[in-house]
């Protein structure tokens, strides 16, 4: 598929609007559909474009396979470590509200920080079986 | 009266697919009515009003699902399901017949959709309907049921996906066998 024009032409004006939308759906993810997973979704899907109209190795160029599996864990540590976080400052396990001043700043700072981190695992998760996939099919 | 139009075409839809999947033969067809029958089960999550599941089903059923069967096609090197020889269907229509008829059976009791008066809603719903703004701040009840009220199955399902990367990591990833020729210079950088 490297050498076909107009799937690289459009492809490369759709790929940043798609990223700017997975962006937008995680933050957004508070009043509008949309989340953390959603947002990982579209942006392995952004670069699984990418990987399918430039190539793989472009791909593994762009993100490399190493930096996934640390961002396949980071999104967990993060959701966990929100966790760990209320425990010391005196809250429940998860228990967002006494992250902020306020109930409220605190289960929005939670829920922002929790949402970010199931959007990295996911993108980094579709990324690695993709990748996988890909690669065992090489010839 | 035109939600009861749209569900009864977009199910109508939805059973041809299955048919066309469970009678075609060609792989690279079937995943792509897989495509087809992720976005009309997405569709009908639209007419709902269950637009996270909707855009979810959209873009984990039909995006990146029908990507990964396709690479998995790619990896079996065929595109035509065989047939076993001597195949004889009445044994499993016959489970397929009884257990369809137990369940629709079974939906004669649950409650209408929508029912307020639904055990489902009577529950911790109204808590998360009437309280979420006032204790979360996050307009979107979905949003602040998923990930604060039921903050912990959310973090378990994150492991779940990550568990799931992990082990296609170990199954297919990784180095490949020696035994596969023409792979010339490419273990060194892939290990």
Known sequence: MTHNLILRVVSKALIPPIIIFALYVQFHGDFGPGGGFQAGVILSAALILYALVFG??????????????ILASLGVLIYAGVGIVTLFLGGNYLEYSVLGSTQVAGQHLGIL?????????????????????ADRGRP | MIDVFINITLLAFLAITAVAIVRMTNLFAIIMLF??????????????????VAF???????????????????????????????????????VVIVTGAALIYGTLDI??????????????????????IAETGVPNVVTSVLASYRGFDTLGEVFVVFTAGIAVLILIGGRRPKSIPNNKGRDENDA
């Open chain 2, 111 to 132: 409650p209408a959709f929508g029912d307020a008066n639904a055990p489902a809603q009577k529950h911790v719903a109204p808590h998360y309907l009437e309280k979420s």
């Open chain 1, 113 to 133: 920080l929790v949402e970010l981190g199931v959007g990295i695992t996911v993108f980094a998760v579709m990324l690695i079986i993709f990748f996988t996939f």
């Open chain 1, 56 to 69: 793989l190795d472009a791909a593994e160029q762009a993100i490399p396979p190493t930096v996934l599996r």
């Open chain 2, 35 to 52: 495509g087809i029958f992720s976005f009309l089960s997405a569709s009908l999550f639209v007419v709902m009003d269950a637009v996270d």
């Open chain 2, 56 to 94: 979810t089903e959209a873009a984990v059923g039909a995006g990146i699902s029908t990507v990964l069967m396709i690479a998995t096609m790619v990896l079996i090197k065929t595109q035509d399901e065989k047939r076993p020889a001597g195949h004889k269907p009445w044994l499993p229509l016959a």
